[in-house]
């Protein structure tokens, strides 16, 4: 596991830590893997999750191979940018 620091300022309120705190939890990647410890998850559950997560990304990138998706994926990607 990582370690999250945040500094402490007296200029900041607690909210603004608390919010600063839980950015750098989900950026570190902490929130996804307590997440995933939450529950045990036998050998073979694991096995067949990362094949379907193989499959959905083998089916990702034939879809972006062909020209027409790769149209629409720039498309989506250029309207995302422009919202956030």
């Known amino acids: ?25 989900m950026d570190s990647g902490l929130i996804q893997e307590l997440k995933k410890r939450e529950y045990y998850q036998k050998p073979s559950e694991k096995r067949r999750q990362k094949e379907i997560q193989r499959e959905r ?17 720039k498309k989506k990607q250029s309207e995302k940018s422009t919202q956030g």
Not at 1 to 25: D, I, P, T, W, Y
Not at 58 to 63: D, H, M, P, Q
């Open 1 to 25: 596991m990582s370690v999250v620091n945040v500094r402490v300022e007296n200029r900041r309120g607690f909210e603004q830590m608390l919010k600063s705190f839980r950015r750098a939890c």
């Open 57 to 73: 990304e083998r089916a990702k990138e034939l879809s972006l191979k062909n020209p027409k998706n790769k149209q629409k994926a």
